[in-house]
């Protein structure tokens, strides 16, 4: 499995003879991105993973393994894996293989306070199998976390959130509309889950990109940190500065880059979102 998934997260990646890998097409949702896998024993319950990164330092704390999944809703302007959009695209692998893998890192994992980080794409686009790979890390005594925007998150009982120990949740915009222009999705899944998460004091991180012109709208980061401010069991925000590494591979899906002319956020700019998030108590990187 190593060879054929390990790797950077900025490396593109679509199965060789997926089909619809590129151009407008790409861009749709398709028939197999929702479809859900049988429940079944690891050895047979599939996956389709694009890579998995070994001591990533900024998906959670302590060093981690991160495992990306293919598949996700969102159609963010500023993404920099359009690669990870279709499920079909990524590799498939069985639990039993992956869990196989990860099992080699649990004592490194373990001595430095980290442990895994299930990513994407949208995870919980494959729900089945992210939970499953979440429950045997827990098994392990792992530490987990889940990398996710919240658009499917009632996929989750509130039974199977007990096996996150950490909620990395994307919170793309604060205002309905900029949401939606930003991501093609609505907001209100999201806003759900953080709530979700507030009431069963389930500990989160938030992120937040910053796009000039985009994002960076005074009273839209106001809601941002309104927004974040209700959740009681967050920990920090990080302000994540856009930045153009994922253009080159919507140039190789034959995609329009939308985001073509943003430069990333001047340090002044930054410095006023961050403080918008101090201002109501929160903890910001």
Known sequence: ???????????????????????????AIHE????????????????YIHSYEMGSAVDGPGIRAVVFLSGCLMRCQYCHNPDTWHKMHGTPTTAGDLMAELKKYVRPLTLSKGGVTISGGEPLVQHRFAKRILRRCKELGLHTALDT????GEKLSDEELMDVDLNLLDIKSGDPDTYYRVTH???????DYAKRLSDLNRPTWVRFVLVPGLTDDYDNVERVADITAGIRSVERVDVLRFHQ????????????????????????????????FRARGLKVY
């Open 245 to 276: 590494m994922g253009r080159s591979k919507w140039d190789a899906l034959n995609l329009k880059y939308p985001l073509a002319d943003a430069v990333p956020p001047s340090n002044e700019l930054t410095e006023r979102v961050k403080e918008q």
């Open 1 to 27: 499995m190593a060879t054929r998934l390990s790797g950077s997260r900025y490396e593109l990646k679509v199965q060789s003879g997926a089909t619809q890998s590129g151009g407008p097409d790409h861009f």
């Open 149 to 152: 925007c919240g658009r499917l």
């Open 32 to 47: 197999a991105d929702l479809e859900d896998i049988a429940e079944n024993e690891d050895q047979q319950l599939v996956g």
């Open 185 to 191: 999705q609505p907001l209100q899944p999201t806003l």
